[in-house]
């Protein structure tokens, strides 16, 4: 058996205002669960999923506030300076600009709405 494909799974404080954002900074598109048992909205963008859940009031505590670093999410991506450009065109708060990292991946970070940040990028050779 092999594991084929991952989710993310973000709570959200308002889950449409959440959407919204993906769906207009950073191109995925939308599909609403909301009236099912558990109400949620999975968003998608070519392979990538992302399932917004209501938080219940909750504030999202990023990773980095959380664990002292780390991303909320990282996707795999083989262009990464035209991604970078197209997000930087819908005003989306680029964190660490497009560059090699000490761990050798070639990756850029970014800002979500609830203060996520994620991470798209490759491993170079």
Same mark, same amino acid.
């Given at each position: 058996m092999n594991l084929c494909m991952s989710h993310c799974v973000f709570p959200a404080l308002d889950i449409n205002a959440t959407a919204n954002f993906y769906v207009t900074c950073l191109g995925f598109k939308r599909v609403d669960f909301l009236n099912a048992i558990e109400p949620h909205i999975c968003l998608y963008r070519d392979a990538i999923e992302i399932i917004l859940t209501q938080?219940? /009031?909750?504030?999202?505590?990023?990773?980095?506030?959380? =664990? /002292? =670093? /780390? =991303?909320?999410?990282y996707f795999i991506t083989d262009n990464q300076q035209v991604l970078q450009d197209e997000f930087e065109k819908s005003n989306v708060k680029i964190i660490r600009r497009l560059q090699k990292t000490d761990y050798h991946n070639h990756e850029f970070v970014?800002? /979500?709405?609830?203060?996520?940040?994620?991470?798209?990028?490759i491993i170079e050779e």
């Open positions: 938080s219940k /009031g909750q504030s999202v505590i990023p990773n980095r506030e959380l =664990y /002292g =670093y /780390g =991303y909320d999410a970014v800002e /979500g709405i609830d203060g996520r940040w994620i991470g798209f990028g």
